[in-house]
């Protein structure tokens, strides 16, 4: 059983398009991180959100945390394929336990 | 400084045979956890070491998952008695401290035949 779900699974888009991953529980969490994973590779750290409502951005790439901490959003403006990837949300509680999302895997068509 | 490391990077075994996977940590990262992914899926935990606490088993599938960690260094990941449903990438990662990120190694790829 997940504690977090991913939408959409898979997302295909072209070059300069917007999007949006969504990553949602029934569970509060303490914070919430955002990794993206490329083939072969372990996944890296993109942000991690600790308060209610926190937004924060990093370039083209804005995160949310919603209010309750229950849910997190991943917006992309302007993709470029660079941006392709698997992106795994962890919702992290007691500062010991991280649970992974079910992954999105995001194709970026020059 | 070096990431984490893990070997093999690939390992096919046989239905059955015993199969051991190595994580050397970064150096002072007192946290380590075991994860296994399906292809292109989310993360399963697996177990998480801290110090010289006892280690959370509680993601092991099976009673033949086991893990160590010896000097609270490099740690071991042994399936025994591989069954095709084994095949996954096992990832290995470590951290320094409470709520602070994961560093992951790049995985050791099994396959079951």
């Known amino acids: 059983t997940q504690l977090l779900e991913q939408s959409p699974q898979f997302l295909s888009i072209q070059e300069g398009e917007n999007l949006t991953v969504y990553c949602n529980s029934s569970s509060v969490f303490s914070s919430l991180q955002w990794y993206r994973q490329e083939p072969g590779e372990g996944p890296v750290l993109l942000v991690t959100v600790v308060t209610g409502g926190e937004v924060k951005k990093l370039k083209r790439l804005t995160f949310q945390f919603g209010d309750a901490r229950k849910d997190s959003s991943l917006h992309i403006t302007a993709a470029q394929p660079g941006d392709t990837g698997l992106y795994l949300c962890a919702g992290v509680r007691t500062g010991n336990q991280f649970y992974f999302g079910t992954g999105t895997s995001l194709t970026v068509i020059p | 400084g070096a990431g984490v490391s893990q070997s093999p990077s690939n390992k096919v075994t046989e239905k059955g045979k015993d199969v051991e996977l190595r994580c050397d940590p970064i150096?002072?990262?007192?946290?380590l956890y075991w994860y296994r992914q399906s292809l292109g899926q989310g993360l399963e935990f697996l177990i998480y070491f801290q110090g010289n606490s006892a280690p959370d088993k509680s993601g092991l599938p099976s009673d033949r998952f086991s893990a160590e960690r010896t000097g609270g260094s490099v740690s071991t990941l042994t399936i025994q008695r591989t069954q095709q449903e084994d095949s996954a990438v096992y990832l290995c990662a470590t951290r320094t401290g409470f709520n602070l990120p994961l560093h992951f190694g790049n995985g050791t790829r099994l396959t079951v035949t």
């Open positions: 150096s002072g990262h007192t946290a």
